[in-house]
């Protein structure tokens, strides 16, 4: 991990995504406890899940954006609109305009600007490491990601309670201008020109310059065409971007990438349902701090095992995943079986370790064999179909809780746990899925197309 931070653009890359982590944490813990404040119960905070998660279904249509257009660019605007929309609650508070309504209007389009950044962030590491540093590269991300999670998160409980929900608003905004400003300083090598063996680009053109077939698509709307022009050069266009995403998903349906994603489905619909409760679930015992805790157990879990993914990444994934999320269940039993604070944040946190490892391996996996040109697509397909129960679980789990309570909403995600480790036991295809280096490209429907 430490060899891949010593490259310069990796490090602008790794360092950008931590700042602006580190302010998504409070942002979150602001959000959501803010919404459970003004409304006052489950339904709202289901409903800030959903509108806070429905845009991931979305990202699918982000991808062939990613493969067009300059990575470095993207990352760039992603984050400074996101700076921006997030000082609308703070402003909407300073007039006395805020309401429940005004935090859950703000908080979808924060959401679809991020859409931007995950699958431009896939995309570029595999440009910026050579093959054999991805799955150090990613973990070093996921590192970052659920290591600013832990801490901020915690913290961002304790500063709800003494400054107020509103002001970490303003935290945000500043952190995402810092995280804007590392993109801005970023260079990522074309598509197609992967690192050599000493971190550098081999024959890399700079994310910023573009070949004449881009530049062509890019620049249509410029220059002195005509309005008849135009408009056919708006309609190809058009064409390209649903003949890029139909290749996008072509590729997708014949891959091994559909049963992966297809098991987390199921969890990720319990994980909605869980988070849309979670506030209700804290105040029950200790408010906001507990709330805080809570989530940064969940990034601690997550964090242990991206950290030893590098360590088990040679164990085959089949035996490796369906193991994992048997342990799971026993963890996420016990959190939730015994009345203790201390034993549900550990039990909870424990239950998560499993998911950071399969969010590295998996991500490896798709970055060592998909070819570049199609990476940002095929990044963003799977993660809108495997996440898109997160928002409709996240509803649904919001209103189950006003009916049956938190802790019987948060008992599915076990459920979910027990299911998924099934699931890899029995599919033909997973239970034996080698480990990455070990994998036939060919034969799991990977490699070029």
Same mark, same amino acid.
């Given at each position: 991990?430490?060899?891949v931070l010593?490259?310069?653009?990796?490090?602008?890359?790794?360092?950008?995504?931590?700042?602006?982590n580190a302010?998504?944490?409070? =942002? =979150?813990?602001?959000?959501?406890?803010l919404?459970?404040?003004?409304?006052?119960?489950?339904?709202?905070?289901?409903?800030?899940?959903?509108?806070a998660?429905f845009?991931?279904?979305?990202?699918?249509?982000?991808?062939?954006?990613?493969? #067009?257009y300059?990575?470095?660019?993207i990352l760039?605007?992603?984050?400074?609109?996101?700076?921006?929309?997030?000082?609308?609650?703070?402003?909407?508070?300073?007039t006395?305009?805020?309401?429940?309504?005004?935090?859950l209007?703000?908080?979808?389009?924060? /959401?679809?600007?991020?859409?931007?950044?995950?699958?431009?962030?896939?995309?570029?590491v595999?440009? !910026?490491?050579?093959?054999?540093?991805l799955?150090?590269?990613?973990?070093?991300?996921?590192?970052?990601?659920? &290591?600013?999670?832990?801490?901020?998160?915690?913290?961002?409980?304790?500063?709800?309670?003494?400054? &107020?929900a509103?002001?970490?608003?303003?935290?945000?905004?500043?952190?995402? &201008?810092?995280?804007?400003?590392?993109?801005?300083?970023?260079?990522?090598?074309?598509?197609? #020109? #992967?690192?050599?063996?000493?971190?550098?680009?081999?024959g890399a053109?700079?994310?910023?310059?573009? %070949?004449?077939?881009?530049?062509?698509?890019?620049?249509a %709307?410029?220059?002195?065409?005509?309005?008849?022009?135009?408009?056919?050069?708006?309609?190809?266009?058009?064409?390209?971007?649903?003949?890029?995403? #139909?290749?996008?998903?072509?590729?997708?349906?014949?891959?091994?990438?559909?049963?992966?994603?297809?098991?987390?489905?199921? !969890?990720n619909?319990?994980?909605?349902?869980?988070?849309?409760?979670?506030?209700?679930?804290? /105040?029950?015992?200790?408010?906001?701090?507990?709330?805080?805790?809570?989530?940064?157990?969940?990034?601690?879990? $997550?964090?242990?095992?991206?950290?030893?993914?590098?360590?088990?990444?040679?164990?085959g994934?089949?035996?490796?995943?369906?193991? &994992?999320?048997?342990?799971?269940? !026993?963890?996420?039993?016990?959190?939730?079986?015994?009345?203790?604070? !201390?034993?549900?944040?550990?039990?909870?946190?424990?239950?998560?370790?499993?998911?950071?490892? =399969?969010?590295?391996?998996?991500?490896s996996?798709?970055?060592?064999?998909?070819p570049?040109?199609?990476?940002?697509r095929?990044?963003?397909?799977?993660?809108?179909?495997?996440t898109?129960?997160?928002?409709?679980?996240?509803?649904?789990?919001?209103?189950?809780?006003?009916?049956?309570?938190p802790?019987?909403v948060?008992?599915? $995600?076990?459920?979910?746990?027990?299911?998924?480790?099934? =699931?890899?036991?029995?599919?033909?295809?997973?239970?034996?899925?080698?480990?990455?280096d070990?994998?036939?490209?060919?034969?799991?429907?990977?490699?070029?197309?």
């Open positions: 991990m430490r060899v010593r490259q310069t653009q990796f490090r602008r890359l790794f360092l950008g995504r931590l700042i602006a302010g998504d944490s409070l =942002y =979150y813990v602001a959000a959501m406890w919404v459970f404040e003004l409304g006052g119960s489950a339904f709202y905070t289901g409903l800030a899940g959903f509108l998660r845009p991931m279904v979305l990202q699918l249509l982000v991808g062939p954006l990613v493969d #067009r300059p990575l470095g660019r760039v605007s992603a984050t400074s609109v996101q700076a921006l929309l997030l000082l609308v609650i703070p402003a909407a508070a300073v006395g305009q805020l309401t429940v309504w005004t935090v209007l703000v908080m979808p389009f924060v /959401a679809l600007a991020g859409q931007f950044l995950e699958p431009a962030q896939k995309a570029a595999p440009r !910026l490491v050579t093959r054999e540093e799955v150090s590269a990613n973990a070093a991300i996921s590192v970052a990601y659920q &290591g600013t999670n832990l801490v901020f998160m915690a913290v961002g409980g304790v500063l709800v309670g003494l400054i &107020g509103t002001a970490l608003f303003v935290v945000d905004s500043i952190a995402l &201008g810092v995280a804007a400003v590392c993109f801005v300083l970023l260079s990522i090598p074309s598509a197609g #020109r #992967r690192t050599g063996p000493e971190g550098g680009p081999t053109v700079a994310d910023g310059d573009r %070949d004449s077939d881009s530049a062509a698509v890019l620049d %709307d410029g220059g002195d065409a005509t309005t008849a022009e135009t408009r056919i050069e708006d309609t190809a266009a058009t064409q390209t971007y649903l003949g890029e995403l #139909r290749e996008g998903l072509r590729y997708v349906r014949g891959s091994i990438i559909v049963p992966m994603f297809v098991g987390t489905f199921v !969890l619909f319990a994980t909605g349902a869980m988070m849309a409760v979670l506030p209700v679930f804290a /105040a029950q015992s200790g408010g906001p701090s507990l709330y805080g805790t809570l989530l940064a157990a969940i990034s601690c879990g $997550v964090l242990l095992g991206a950290l030893s993914a590098s360590k088990i990444d040679h164990i994934m089949g035996r490796l995943f369906g193991i &994992g999320f048997l342990a799971s269940t !026993l963890a996420w039993a016990i959190a939730l079986g015994i009345d203790s604070a !201390l034993i549900t944040a550990v039990g909870i946190g424990a239950a998560w370790i499993i998911t950071g490892s =399969y969010n590295v391996i998996s991500a996996l798709k970055q060592s064999y998909v570049d040109t199609l990476l940002g095929i990044s963003s397909i799977s993660f809108s179909i495997s898109g129960a997160l928002p409709l679980g996240s509803l649904l789990g919001g209103l189950a809780g006003d009916v049956f309570g802790t019987a948060m008992g599915t $995600v076990g459920v979910a746990f027990a299911g998924l480790a099934g =699931y890899w036991f029995i599919h033909p295809q997973l239970r034996t899925l080698p480990a990455v070990r994998l036939d490209p060919e034969r799991y429907g990977l490699g070029t197309t």
